[in-house]
């Protein structure tokens, strides 16, 4: 039987340099936060409302893992592992994902070039990811996205409602630092699109 090809270990287990100019939530506490995926891997009940919380905005599983290849730059997803990868997780361990830098350029064998990508996640940090360690990929569809907001973390003289469409009532979706940025808030393109839509939904983070 022939042996496959030697993985480049550098390739998921080289140490992740997190950037320094990342701004996080003010609400995000290193020392005592759980992440999503973690909450979504421990926990099968908050699993199955935070990925319909998912479709509810929009985002959809791509049928072929090597589409990512064909996405543009930037281009946030979330995915999956299957059982083979480097980390040695259970079979569909979920994985938060980041923003889509692309192929390595600067990788040398053209062969190992096609066969893992590089993403940006909420860190700041560079990653990193096989394809063939990969389950499944979710990606937000424009046709089918909902507008999600994050709770308010602060309260100021400049609040911006929304009306709830589980509720009927306005609901403060951003509280703005002066007239003239809840002015940029409200000619927003995800704050209109809730007002066309009618419809929109609470980001997950921070809302518990």
Same mark, same amino acid.
């Given at each position: 039987?022939? $042996?496959?090809?030697?993985?480049? #270990?550098?390739?998921?287990? %080289? #140490? !992740? ?12 506490? #290193?020392?005592? %936060? ?7 891997? $421990? ?10 919380? $998912?479709?509810? *905005? ?6 072929? +893992?090597? =589409? +990512? ?8 997803? /979330? %995915?999956?592992?299957? *059982? ?18 692309? @192929? ?25 990811? *096989? ?6 990929? &979710?990606? /937000? ?12 973390? @602060?309260? =100021? ?8 469409? =589980? =509720?009927?009532? #306005? ?9 003239? !940025? ?7 393109? /995800? &704050? *209109?699109?809730?007002?066309? $839509? ?11």
């Amino acid at each position: 039987m022939e $042996l496959p090809p030697p993985i480049k #270990p550098q390739l998921q287990m %080289y #140490p !992740h340099k997190l950037d320094v100019k990342t701004v996080h939530d003010t609400r995000y506490d #290193p020392l005592t %936060y759980i992440s999503v995926q973690t909450k979504v891997n $421990l926990d099968e009940k908050y699993e199955k409302l935070y990925f319909e919380n $998912l479709m509810i *905005q929009g985002w959809v599983k791509i049928p072929k +893992i090597e =589409t +990512i290849f064909g996405l543009p730059k930037g281009t946030q997803f /979330k %995915y999956r592992l299957n *059982q083979d990868s480097l980390s040695k997780v259970p079979d569909g361990t979920f994985r938060s994902g980041g923003w889509l830098i692309g @192929r390595n350029e600067n990788e040398d064998d053209l062969d190992l070039k096609n066969k893992y990508i590089l993403y940006k996640g909420f860190n700041g940090a560079i990653f990193s990811l *096989q394809l063939k360690d990969i389950k499944e990929i &979710y990606i /937000k569809s424009k046709k089918r996205e909902v507008p999600a907001f994050k709770k308010p973390a @602060r309260v =100021t003289n400049f609040p911006v409602f929304l009306i709830s469409p =589980t =509720t009927n009532e #306005p609901e403060i979706v951003y509280y703005a630092k002066d007239n003239a !940025h809840k002015i940029r808030f409200e000619n927003s393109d /995800k &704050y *209109q699109k809730a007002i066309q $839509l009618g419809n929109w939904v609470w980001s997950d983070v921070f809302n518990n």
